[in-house]
C-alpha cells in the first residue's frame, strides 16, 4: 500500500527490508495487532449478546423500525419473520465513529506491520457509506501514518457483505538497505557491511484499493466489520500488500 522498503532507493511504509527475515519483528507486529484489536474489542464491553437473539424484531430502539414493524409477523408468516430479522433500511442517514485494528503482509516479504484505524462514516443512503480516517501503522523498525478515505456500497440487511474502493496519502521512516552506500550506518568502524542498513524519513506516498468484507449489526446502533484489503502502491506491483482487519462502529441518527 505504500512505496517499497525492500529495495534501497525506494520507499516502503509497511515491510522492512527483505534480504532477511526478523522474528522478532514478525513477533512484534502480531503482538501489536493482537493489542489492536483487544483494544477495539474494548469499546465493545459494554455489550452483552447481540439483539434479536429471542424475537426476530431486532432493531426495536430505533424509531423508524419499530414503527414500520410495530405488530411484527405472525408466528406462521416465515417470510415476514426472516424479513424483519434481516432488515436495516433503518440506518440511512446514521453517521458514526470507527475504530480498527489489522494486519498488512507483502506476499514477497517475511515482515508485516500492526495498524490502527480511526475515523468517522456515513450512511449515505441504506446500501452506500462514505468513510474517512487516520491511520497508523508500524512494527520494531518501521512505521507510517497518512488520512484514509473510501466509499462502501453493502446489502442494507443486518449481515452485509460488502465491496468498496478507497485511497491512502502519508508519509514513513524506512529501514533500508545499506550495505553498499559507503558510509558507516552503525558506527561500528566498517563500511558497506554484508546486511547493513539504514534508516531513513520518506516522502509523501499514495495507494488506491479495493475491499471486500462483511458487517454484523449487534444492535442497532453497534456494527461490527471485517474486510480484506489490496493496496495498490504508487512504487508498483513489488510494493503491493495485503491487509486483513476487524474494527467496530458506533452510529447515530
Known amino acids: 500500500m505504500s512505496a517499497s522498503l525492500n529495495r534501497p532507493v ?12 526478523d522474528p522478532v519483528s514478525n513477533g512484534s ?8 484489536w483487544v483494544a477495539v474489542a474494548g469499546l465493545f464491553t459494554g ?16 424509531p423508524d423500525y419499530a414503527t414500520k414493524y410495530s405488530d411484527g409477523a405472525p408466528k406462521s408468516d416465515l417470510a415476514g419473520k426472516a424479513k424483519q430479522a434481516m432488515d436495516a433500511r433503518f440506518i440511512k442517514g446514521s453517521n458514526g465513529m470507527f475504530a480498527s485494528g489489522g494486519y498488512t503482509y507483502r ?24 468513510r474517512v480516517s487516520f491511520m497508523g501503522m508500524g512494527n520494531d523498525e518501521d512505521w507510517f ?33 545499506a550495505s553498499d552506500d559507503g558510509i558507516d550506518n552503525d558506527d561500528d568502524g566498517f ?27 449487534w444492535t ?18 513489488d510494493a503491493d500488500d495485503w491487509m486483513l482487519g476487524f474494527g467496530i462502529a458506533v452510529f447515530n441518527k
Open 191 to 217: 563500511i558497506d557491511e554484508n546486511r547493513e542498513k539504514d534508516k531513513r524519513f520518506s516522502g509523501a506516498f499514495a495507494a488506491i484499493y479495493p475491499e471486500f468484507g462483511t458487517h454484523f449489526w
Open 107 to 130: 506476499p514477497e516479504s517475511e515482515n508485516s506491520l500492526a495498524s490502527i484505524d480511526v475515523g468517522v462514516e456515513s450512511y449515505l443512503t441504506s446500501y452506500l457509506t462514505g
Open 220 to 237: 442497532p446502533r453497534i456494527r461490527l466489520t471485517s474486510y480484506g484489503r489490496y493496496m495498490i502502491a504508487t512504487e508498483g506491483r
Open 10 to 21: 525506494s520507499i516502503d511504509p509497511i515491510s522492512i527490508d527483505s534480504c532477511s527475515s
Open 29 to 36: 507486529a502480531r503482538r501489536l495487532v493482537i493489542a489492536s
Open 47 to 62: 455489550c452483552t449478546l447481540p439483539t434479536g437473539i429471542l424475537n426476530s424484531r431486532w432493531a426495536m430502539e430505533d
Open 145 to 177: 501514518t497518512g488520512a484514509d478515505a473510501g466509499l462502501r456500497l453493502q446489502t442494507p440487511s443486518r449481515l452485509a457483505p460488502f465491496v468498496g474502493a478507497g485511497v491512502f496519502a502519508g508519509a514513513a521512516r524506512e529501514t533500508i538497505d
